[in-house]
């Protein structure tokens, strides 16, 4: 553990190491409670990111749309919580989104060959 290195931290005498398990994204998949989840695509002639937010009966409720991943997820949150809507019950939830935005962002800068939401 002395090999352990931070920028300015100190070690906890209890810090513990996990190492973390493969994820299977269809064995450990759950559904939020809500029901609610995202469609994402990527625009490349207008380097759009678009986000629809959909309902338990698959109806698109509201669509972002922005250059970033960043902008986007800031957006989806604060209307999220402006409006008292529960999209994002579940952290890995608000993850996935992270990841997939970001994803659709490479890929529009061009680092990335296409684009398929997981």
Same mark, same amino acid.
């Given at each position: 553990?002395?090999?352990?290195?931070?920028?300015?931290?100190? =070690?906890?005498? &209890?810090?513990?190491?996990?190492?973390?398990? @493969?994820?299977?994204?269809? /064995? $450990?998949?759950?559904?939020?409670?809500?029901?609610?989840?995202?469609? =994402?695509?990527? &625009?490349?002639?207008?380097?759009?990111?678009? @986000?629809?937010?959909?309902? /338990? $009966?698959?109806?698109?409720?509201?669509?972002?749309?922005?250059?970033?991943?960043?902008?986007?997820?800031?957006?989806?949150?604060?209307?999220?919580k402006k409006h008292g809507f529960k999209w994002f019950n579940r952290s890995d939830h608000a993850a996935y989104l992270?990841?997939?935005?970001?994803?659709?962002?490479?890929?529009?800068?061009?680092?990335?060959?296409?684009?398929?939401?997981?």
């Open positions: 553990m002395k090999n352990y290195v931070w920028h300015k931290q100190t =070690i906890s005498p &209890d810090l513990e190491i996990i190492d973390c398990p @493969v994820y299977d994204p269809i /064995k $450990d998949f759950h559904r939020d409670p809500t029901g609610a989840y995202v469609l =994402i695509r990527c &625009d490349k002639k207008n380097s759009l990111i678009e @986000v629809a937010v959909c309902d /338990k $009966d698959h109806t698109l409720i509201k669509a972002f749309r922005g250059h970033k991943a960043q902008d986007l997820y800031h957006t989806i949150f604060k209307y999220e992270g990841k997939e935005l970001k994803k659709c962002e490479f890929f529009l800068t061009g680092k990335e060959k296409n684009y398929v939401q997981e």
